[in-house]
């Protein structure tokens, strides 16, 4: 499956495959290799031979992104707040909406990060709908985090 991550406010676009692990109706697990170089997030890394099992949703305002070593340790999570995916048959497509929320192996740490980016986009001024599902997805979050739900239920 192509997986596209779209992050209009640096005019990026982020392009890789991955194999497809589940699938509902709203939702679908990829695991893709971390194909990029060693980074340091404070709370978890990223680094050359990390896998990650990736789950996107096409009716919550996030995905999840579970990182494993080489070992297939668990790391922590990196949790992208994002418009709905757009799934088919082959492809995602991901809007990033540049918050980020990033969860230590043991759900101890959570650090809320780009928020800079995120004020800067001005959705509270230009989309408030999407302003406000941004801020009730970190919220959301938060609470699946803590309850330890699935996916943040694996060790």
Same mark, same amino acid.
């Given at each position: 499956m192509i997986i596209r991550?779209?992050? *209009?406010?640096?005019?990026?676009v982020v392009t890789y495959e991955g194999e497809v692990l589940a699938r509902t109706a709203t939702s679908v697990t990829i695991r893709a290799p971390w194909r990029g170089g060693v980074v340091n997030l404070g709370v978890?890394? #990223?680094? *050359?031979?990390d896998?990650?099992? $990736?789950? #996107?949703?096409?009716d919550r305002w996030?995905?999840? #992104? $579970?990182l494993r070593g080489p070992d297939g340790r668990l790391k922590g999570w990196y949790c992208n707040i994002t418009r709905p995916a757009r799934i088919s048959a082959?492809?995602? $497509?991901s809007e990033d909406l540049e918050l980020d929320l990033i969860v230590s192996r043991d759900r101890a740490q959570l650090c809320l990060e780009d928020e800079d980016e995120f004020a800067a986009r001005r959705l509270d001024v230009n989309e408030p709908e999407a302003y406000t599902e941004a801020l009730a997805a970190v919220e959301e979050l938060r609470g699946l985090i803590a309850l330890g739900a699935q996916p943040f239920d694996r060790p």
């Open positions: 991550l779209i992050k *209009p406010i640096k005019g990026i978890i890394a #990223f680094s *050359p031979g896998t990650l099992v $990736e789950h #996107f949703y096409s996030y995905n999840i #992104f $579970e082959d492809a995602i $497509e």
